[in-house]
């Protein structure tokens, strides 16, 4: 986070900060490429994987308390730095259905292989205690969270195109997006897609900026 800070001049001027971390950190998308390739094994579970991970893997309890960890040190070393400003955090979008049956798993435009109980579980256990997580620590520090899962449920990336605003493991993104993952069996071009896992589109991004704008509208009015 140190060059972050850096990068963008925090200092005791500052009047507001925004951040939005934590997924990367878990990381959520290798996560996402573990459950595809165990939805394509019978009898492989992504859930048991990162339940009782094998030796040199992480079990998910570790990730959330490492990111937790990591948060804290983040938002005491960006006070350290800006000490007046309002620090706004973003937490993430309902990028997964309320049902992992909802999804189709023949399409890589959604959630391709990965098990339908795996997705609930992903949701249930992983996504939502990330943006607890990150909530919890927020209001520790005193500083304003920003929900944008409530607003999304519906919009997530086993929808249809229009409805969606995440799009899936495989999506429409510019052309500097990759269309094959280097290192791995995934690969978007057959199907003129990009490999975008599961990141917001701009249907999505209007969302979280109509969301942020908000609260740092509302920050900037209690400076």
Known sequence: MD????????????????????GNSLPFGGMLLKCLELGATPGKSCR???????????????????VQDEYINMLAKVHQAAPKA??????????LPQEGSACNRLALTEL???????????????????NTTIQQVTSFFGDRYVDVYSSSVGHDACQPAGT????????????????????????CAPINKRVTLVHPNAEGHANTAAHVERAIRIALLDH
């Not at 493991?169 to 500097?176: F, P, Q, S, V």
């Open 3 to 22: 060059p972050q800070i850096q990068r963008a001049k925090l200092n005791d001027k500052t009047d507001v900060v925004t951040i939005g971390v934590g």
């Open 48 to 66: 048991e994987y990162y339940t009782s991970p094998p030796e040199g893997e992480e079990s998910i309890t570790d990730k959330l308390a490492r």
């Open 86 to 95: 309002k620090v706004i955090t973003v937490g993430y979008p309902a990028v």
């Open 112 to 130: 391709g292989s990965i098990k339908h109980a795996d997705v609930d579980w992903l949701r249930d256990h992983v996504l939502k205690p990330l």
């Open 164 to 187: 969606k605003w995440v799009e899936g493991i495989c999506g429409d993104a510019e052309d500097y997006w990759p269309a094959k993952l280097p290192g791995t069996l995934l690969n």
